[in-house]
């Protein structure tokens, strides 16, 4: 499922056209990347939990030439799913 289908299956649930469906789901979206990137959970109940995690620095190699090279500290988005999310 990509996120037209998100958006086609919002507008016939919700009986509305295709683009009001897409502007609605493009502001849920929005939401969700503001909310991570301000360092903030977005939990839905019975669904799951986005959250961001801190990388730690480390060292990888270059497969070309087999350097090492310095891998920044940084930040991720895991997702746990809930307990519920598979029955």
């Known amino acids: 499922m990509i996120k037209a289908d998100i958006v086609l299956e919002v507008a016939r649930v919700a009986n509305v056209p295709k683009q009001k469906a897409q502007e609605?789901?493009?502001m849920v979206f929005n939401a969700i990347r503001d909310a991570l990137a301000e360092g903030?959970?977005?939990?839905?109940?019975?669904f799951g939990v986005f959250r961001v995690k801190e990388r730690k620095r480390?060292?990888?190699r270059?497969?070309?030439?087999?350097?090492a090279?310095?891998?920044?500290?940084?930040?991720?988005?895991?997702?746990?799913?809930?307990s519920r999310f598979f029955d």
């Open 40 to 46: 903030q959970k977005v939990e839905f109940r019975g």
């Open 62 to 67: 270059n497969l070309k030439t087999g350097e």
């Open 69 to 82: 090279v310095q891998i920044p500290p940084g930040k991720t988005i895991k997702f746990k799913p809930s």
């Open 24 to 26: 609605s789901v493009d």
């Open 58 to 60: 480390g060292v990888g």
